[in-house]
Nanobody, 118 residues
Framework: QVQLVESGGGLVQAGGSLSLSCAAS????????MGWYRQAPGKQRELVAA???????NYAESAKGRFTISRDNAKNTVFLQMNSLKPEDTAVYYC????????????WGQGTQVTVSS
């Protein structure tokens, strides 16, 4: 059994900052990529940022320069620091992890709401 538990999120004014974290637990041999997607009402889920276990990062264009993704491999945790938030960042944010337990499987967190008011 593998679980991803997210924390952080909430309500912030435009220009503010929020920090998200997501910890994976359970029977884990190895975690490859970890990252964050988001889904706004009426829109498709989109990648926000991802990081490999070697530390290589990938960001959506909308996140570049404002968001920073990082991970603590020892704690199986991924973080997303979001600065200069905009109302269009409002969405449910989902973390994911590519977890190897024999085969590689993508697991998802439960989602956390981020609301940015103008």
């Amino acid at each position: 059994q593998v679980q991803l538990v997210e924390s952080g999120g909430g309500l912030v004014q435009a220009g503010g900052s929020l920090s998200l974290s997501c910890a994976a637990s359970g029977s884990i041999f190895r975690i490859d990529a970890m990252g964050w997607y988001r889904q706004a009402p009426g829109k498709q889920r989109e990648l926000v940022a991802a990081v490999t276990n070697g530390g290589f990062t990938n960001y959506a264009e909308s996140a570049k320069g404002r968001f920073t993704i990082s991970r603590d491999n020892a704690k199986n945790t991924v973080f997303l620091q979001m600065n200069s938030l905009k109302p269009e960042d409002t969405a449910v944010y989902y973390c994911y992890a590519e977890i190897v337990r024999g085969l590689s499987t993508v697991y998802w967190g439960q989602g956390t709401q981020v609301t940015v008011s103008s």
